[in-house]
């Protein structure tokens, strides 16, 4: 099994994730890290703890991290996700209870206990992580590697060019890549892709399993509005890539690419990835200093991912 760390702003797409990595025979959750995003801190951790019981999940420690991002000023994306950070999704409240200690003292537990490597799969803004990795640096040795959902080789999602968890908050993205640990980016361009047929997703919301019921409806709440601002059924099963990424690398292509995150100006939150075949060119024009090379996924097997997920 792959022992994992799920850093979460569950958010509809982190639901999906956690349901399918804890019903997944070869992830073991260590623990869930809690940060703002999708929705407020608050709302985050009891989404969590309401999912867990949706899993049938055995007992897994969960803990509230960073309520706002470590520079840009704390947003809501109740537009998106509905003030619950689970849409149109109600879930009765959950017995569960968040561990009394701070994300990032349980992520820090959790690896130093670990006689494993783990690996950090965030799918949030990535304030927990940084914290963690400025706080405890050498933890790096116990750390497999980061697989994040986040960024992107082309479009943005929450500006033209950058993608939500990134946007959120930049400067954590920024240091987490500079931890000097190897690390996965499974971005919008895959994340897009991956999705569950609108047929296969009522029948899932009409079914007799009760966790089947919640998937169901939790992949009908996902719409994209276009032009015309009318509800489009998307269906993407959106975080739980990362979590397909892991048990199923083979369906992804992926190369090893400089990445950057601009800091600046309109591009604030982009990941700028180098796919020129001369790297290095920018020797020529400066620093490349902030550049780290990271595996990215540029496309993936989609209808593959969306039957692992089922
Ligand atoms: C990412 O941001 C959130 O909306 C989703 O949960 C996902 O992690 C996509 O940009
Ligand atoms: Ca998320």
């Known amino acids: 099994t792959i022992p994992v760390i799920l850093d979460v702003d569950t958010g509809v797409d982190d639901a999906l994730a956690i349901l399918f990595a804890v019903a997944h025979p070869d992830i073991e959750v260590l623990g869930i890290s809690c940060v703002a995003g999708n929705a407020s801190l608050e709302r985050v ?16 420690p969960v803990a509230a991290g960073a309520r706002r991002p470590l520079i840009s000023p704390a947003r809501s994306a109740s537009h998106v996700h509905g003030e619950s950070g689970l849409g149109t999704v109600h879930l009765p409240p959950s017995s569960r209870t968040p561990e009394p200690v701070n994300a990032v003292e349980l992520m820090r537990r959790l690896i130093t206990d670990s006689a494993r490597p783990v690996t ?18 050498d933890l790096a040795e116990n750390i497999e590697r980061i697989v994040f959902m986040g960024g992107s080789a082309s479009v943005g999602n929450a500006t033209a060019v950058a993608e939500f968890n990134v946007w959120h908050d930049p400067e954590a993205a920024a240091i987490v890549l500079d931890a000097g640990i190897p690390t996965f980016m499974y971005g919008l361009d895959v994340f897009n892709q991956v999705a569950i047929d609108r047929e296969v997703a009522t029948a899932l919301e009409d079914g007799d399993s009760a966790a089947g019921r919640v998937v169901g409806a939790l992949l009908t709440n996902r719409v994209a509005r276009g032009e015309s601002s009318v509800a489009e059924y998307t269906g993407l099963i959106g975080d739980a890539g990362a979590i397909c990424a892991l048990v199923d690398p ?11 995150v601009e800091l600046q100006g ?7 990835v180098d796919q020129r075949s001369r790297v290095g ?6 620093s490349i200093d902030s550049w780290e090379v990271v595996e990215v ?3 993936v097997d989609a209808p593959r991912f969306a039957a692992l997920f089922l």
């Open 45 to 60: 951790v009891e989404n969590t703890l309401r999912i867990l019981d949706v899993a049938n999940a055995p007992e897994i």
């Open 297 to 299: 996924t540029l496309d």
């Open 120 to 137: 950090l799969v965030a799918l949030a803004p990535q304030t927990n992580l940084a914290l963690l990795l400025r706080q405890y640096p």
């Open 266 to 272: 309109y591009g604030r939150g982009q990941t700028i």
């Open 281 to 286: 060119e920018d020797t020529l024009h400066g």
């Open 250 to 260: 083979q369906a992804l292509s992926t190369r090893m690419l400089p990445v950057r």
